[in-house]
């Protein structure tokens, strides 16, 4: 009915307007979700962050933030902390986005950055210790073969376009695939190739589920510590390098912070 109409299009005008005034609107407010604590503690030194004695996220969880001010930015890391039952960092999808969600509710961030490692493809130009910010992100292990419901598990979908981030910066990009198995069955290889990925984690498209639901601007900085067409296997791979390249990941964060300093969000 045409007043129904017209008052869905004075809506979605007003949604666009101030979406408009967000982007002009300088940051000030980003939330770094990282999913291991050999990423993670690197940065909390570099930016000088606390651990919150009082958490802002309900009683019982491991999730942690660490806060504080860096450059005229309020930065809050959250990491998922370890595993209340087996010790270990709490990696992967399902965590990914409870902290996402939460960290979105408590600390109504203006950005979202998820960094991390992740596992790259020579064929399509990653090597070892190449740090992407992923052009799209995509579930590879989320199999629904019913119409419809197969896009809905595969959730492709872009990430907040940072152009002068990838010029300033030189950084590479690519699409990034994600899936809670660090290794990768022959199915989920055909599946990443599917998705058209450069770089496989298991966090990155959680977090934007999560992001988008709210229409949060999340970007995803995704270090390489392993090839899926290199000669060794996955695991070693993944712990021989893992020290090295999370110091160039936390280079790159470090190098996305700085630039992001005084900007809006149509500046990046
Ligand atoms: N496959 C999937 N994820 C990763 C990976 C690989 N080969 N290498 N590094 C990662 C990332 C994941 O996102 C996890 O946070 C962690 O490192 C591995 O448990």
């Excluded at 949604?15 to 690197?42: C, H, Y």
């Excluded at 806060?67 to 039952?85: A, S």
């Excluded at 990925?197 to 601007?217: N, R």
């Amino acid at each position: 009915m045409a007043p129904q109409h017209e008052g869905t299009e004075v809506v979605a005008e007003e949604a666009e307007a101030e979406a408009a005034d967000a982007d002009k609107k300088l940051i000030s407010n980003i939330v770094i979700v990282i999913a291991m604590q050999t990423e993670a503690l690197p940065l909390v030194q570099r930016f000088q962050l606390m651990e919150d004695p009082d958490t802002v996220f309900p009683k019982g969880v491991p999730w942690v933030r660490y806060h504080g001010i860096y450059k005229d930015l309020r930065i809050n890391l959250i990491w998922p902390g370890k595993d209340p039952i087996w010790g270990v960092d709490s990696v992967g999808t399902i965590t990914a986005s409870l902290v996402t969600f939460a960290s979105i509710q408590e600390l109504k961030p203006d950005l979202i950055i998820n960094a991390g490692t992740s596992r790259g493809f020579q064929a399509k130009g990653a090597c070892i210790g190449d740090v992407f910010l992923a052009s799209d992100v995509a579930f590879h292990e989320r199999r629904l073969p019913i119409p419809v419901f197969d896009e809905y598990g595969i959730g492709a979908r872009r990430t907040f376009s940072t152009p002068n981030i990838l010029r300033e910066l030189n950084m590479k990009t690519g699409k990034l695939s994600t899936g809670d198995s660090l290794d990768m069955s022959p199915q989920d290889e055909a599946l990443i190739i599917a998705n058209d990925a450069t770089v496989k984690d298991m966090e990155g498209a959680a977090v934007a589920y999560a992001a988008d639901l709210f229409s949060v601007p999340a970007i995803f900085v995704k270090a390489v510590t392993d090839l899926v067409d290199g000669d060794k296997p996955t695991a070693e791979e993944f712990l021989q390098n893992m020290v090295a390249v999370t110091a160039t990941l936390d280079q790159a964060v470090t190098n996305i912070v700085d630039f992001i300093s005084g900007k809006c969000l149509s500046e990046l």
